[in-house]
Structure formats: C-alpha cells, structure tokens
C-alpha cells in the first residue's frame, strides 16, 4: 500500500503489535488483493470495557483509520468485511476515522479537526509564515538560550509529557506504550527534547510518513511557559523537518473550542474537517468520551489533585479503553 494515497501512519501494519501490546486488545488488519496486488487495508480493533462499551474501530489512539484502498472494489470488499464483524463481535458500534466523508447515511462526530501545512524549502520562508504573534514567541524560545536534541531513550519524553497531561485533568499513557511505539516504528519515531542548560524544558514525540512530519504526542515542564518552550519545540521541528526535505507538517487532531486548537490557528494553520462515522449495532448514540463532555468535569478536576505518580500508576488502566 506504499502507492496508495489514502494511506496514513495509522494505517501501518506496526500498530497491530503496538495495540495488541500495549494494551492487550485484539485486532484484525485486513487487507484485500487481486493478482498478487494488495488493493486495500483495513485495520480494526475491538475494545470490549464495562465503562466506555464495546467498539470496532479503525483505528483507536490513532487521529486517522478507516479503509485506504486503490479500487472501489476493494474498498467495498473492506468495508462489508468490517461490518460483518461487527455484527459477529455484537459491538455497540463499528468507528472509521476518516480524512473525507464515505457514509452520508451514517451518524458522524462533528468534534475533531486536524490542522496539516506545505513545509517550505527554506527555513527562513517557514519562519516568516508564522503570524507575527507567534513568531514573537517562537523568538522568545530562541533568545532565552533553549536547544534542541534528539534522544534515544523515552524517559525524558515521559517525564515532560506526563506532567503536562496531568495538568490538563486526563490520564496518560504508560511508559510501556512509548517504548513499545519506538521499537517498533524505529528512525520513523523521533524523540525531541528541548532543553535550557542541559535541563529538559519540553518534549515531543513525532512520526515521519512519506513527505510528512506528524508531532504527536508533546509537553511541558512548568518552565515551559515562561522561556516558549512549547512554542520553540514544534518550530525546531519544523525547521530540522525542512532541513531534512519533508514537505508536509501535519499539526494534528485538536477539538473545537480548545486550547489546543486556538494554538494551532496561531501558527497561521487552517482547521480541515475530520469525519468520524458510526455504524451503530447494540448502542442507539453515537459515544461521547472526550473532555468537553460535561460529566467528566469533576473527574478532571479530581484527576489535576492525584499525585503525579499515583495519576502516572492508575491513568494507563483507564486510557488504554478509551482509545
């Protein structure tokens, strides 16, 4: 499927391993072939939990899924596939995470949007694109002496991240995952670490795809914000990325109304529709797990007053069924 242009990171047969894993789920990626020729892929996984229900989808912690195929008739093929399992597992509903609309008929989640942009060949060029706000604070991360490095190991990656998701209220990841992600996806799974005098003040784990460069996982210290830790890491990411010749930096999934998105509209980058489409089996609406939702507003704030290695010891038991 290296041809297909439907195909994303998500849909790379790694994620099989890393789901199965990690978080013990089954899956099935299924592909279809016609005279020795791969015409499309697939992959599902199903998630079977007391308090977030019974899914089917392609693909869970993953911002893009659902059928990448080079034929209608292979993308036909997948889809009925899919849909007989579901019925077979009788899970509560079967979730494609699209980049374009492929079910009109089909409820769908209008809460996501991802945020992609042309990298320029020269840095200067991808400096000068960024409005003249952010662009202050991206100069603010290079006057206050910060640097970038590459690292091997996950541990200070960890150590930014999970103090940073713990800020926000919401579980984090185990250690476990983000070892498991860099052993499997190798020199296509890049750890950067912003530092200030050798002390880590940000990280970001990204994926490299084709042309494209995805940060995907990132955080801060409580320095961060005083020195634009943040600010500078996804510049430095940029520019190693031009350096190296990519061409696209997708910026990735942020809801509505969020932090996170208004971050993203700072860099100059526009929102791009994300359609999440639901065959709904044993469930009669469509699920809701996400932050924004308001019954989840005290466990946030509950979750902020954990210690962090308590949150950092019970979070990967809860997030690993979200999805």
Request: proline share 5%; charged share 25%; aromatic share 14%.
């Amino acid at each position: 499927m290296s041809l297909c242009p439907e195909a994303t990171f998500f849909h790379r047969s790694g994620w099989q391993t890393v789901i199965e894993r990690a978080f013990g789920h089954k899956t099935w990626f299924l592909y279809v072939e016609l005279d020795g020729q791969v015409q499309g892929v697939l992959p599902l996984a199903e998630i079977n939990s007391r308090l977030f229900g019974h899914s089917l989808s392609s693909l869970p912690f993953c911002v893009y899924g659902g059928i990448a195929a080079t034929s209608e008739t292979g993308r036909q093929a997948l889809d009925h596939a899919a849909q007989a399992l579901a019925s077979r597992l009788q899970v509560d509903y079967l979730e494609y995470r699209n980049l374009r609309a492929l079910h009109a008929q089909w409820p769908t989640k209008d809460l996501y949007v991802t945020f992609r942009k042309e990298i320029a060949p020269e840095v200067e060029d991808n400096m000068q694109a960024i409005p003249r706000k952010q662009r202050a604070m991206v100069r603010k991360g290079i006057k206050a002496g910060l640097e970038s490095v590459i690292d091997e190991d996950t541990l200070r990656f960890f150590s930014a991240y999970s103090a940073s998701v713990h800020r926000l209220g919401t579980p984090v990841f185990s250690k476990s995952y983000f070892r498991l992600l860099k052993e499997v996806f190798g020199q296509d799974c890049e750890l950067m670490i912003i530092e200030k005098g050798g002390q880590i003040v940000s990280g970001v784990m990204s994926f490299y795809f084709r042309d494209e460069v995805l940060p995907y996982y990132g955080g801060g210290t409580h320095e961060a914000r005083e020195v634009a830790g943040n600010d500078f890491m996804y510049w430095e990411l940029m520019r190693r990325a031009c350096e190296r010749g990519y061409k696209t930096f997708d910026f990735g999934r942020s809801k509505h109304n969020t932090g996170s998105f208004d971050f993203k509209k700072n860099w100059g980058f526009e929102p791009t529709p994300l359609y999440y489409e639901y065959q709904l089996h044993g469930s009669e609406a469509v699920p809701d797990h996400n932050p924004l939702n308001p019954r989840y507003r005290l466990f946030i704030k509950a979750w902020q007053k954990l210690p962090l290695r308590l949150a950092n010891l019970i979070g990967p038991h809860i997030v690993k069924n979200l999805g």
